[in-house]
């Protein structure tokens, strides 16, 4: 009779990275709902406008966390790419929604939302 096989606990900088998407993910849906208040309330273009910031800072620690998951955590440089297109379409999203080009700045913020999902579960599925 064979044992069973042993699953190895993730390391620390996968867990790091798994913490960082699930941020990432809430931002984008935080910066839906700032959405929704900018058309609402007065004070909603400033509270998107910071949550837009914050959500490029996720986003650029997302990137950090992946480079660190791949070369010195030895695992797949595979997250890296996800990490630098979700960071990349955030900062043309902010330059589009600042130039008020709203036709692209919305369907731009729905892809995004889509591609943290989608980057969440190939983080957590790992």
């Keep these: 009779m064979t044992a069973p096989p042993t ?10 990275l798994r913490a960082v998407v699930l941020m ?3 931002a984008l849906l935080f910066q839906a709902v700032t959405a929704g ?7 909603g273009r400033a509270m998107h406008a910071t949550s837009g910031m ?11 966390v992946a480079i660190l998951v791949w070369r010195p955590g030895g695992g797949s440089p595979r997250f ?21 080009v709203k036709i ?8 995004l939302f889509g591609g943290g999902v989608a980057q969440l579960g190939r983080v957590m599925s790992r």
């Design 7 to 16: 699953i190895a606990a993730p390391s620390w900088t996968m867990q790091a």
């Design 24 to 26: 990432h993910v809430v």
């Design 37 to 43: 208040m900018l058309l609402s309330s007065p004070g």
């Design 54 to 64: 914050a959500l490029a800072i996720i986003g650029l620690l997302h990137l950090v």
């Design 80 to 100: 890296i790419a996800g990490a630098a297109l979700l960071l990349a379409l955030t900062v043309v999203a902010a330059v589009l929604g600042s130039a008020g």
């Design 104 to 111: 692209v700045h919305l369907p731009l913020g729905v892809l």
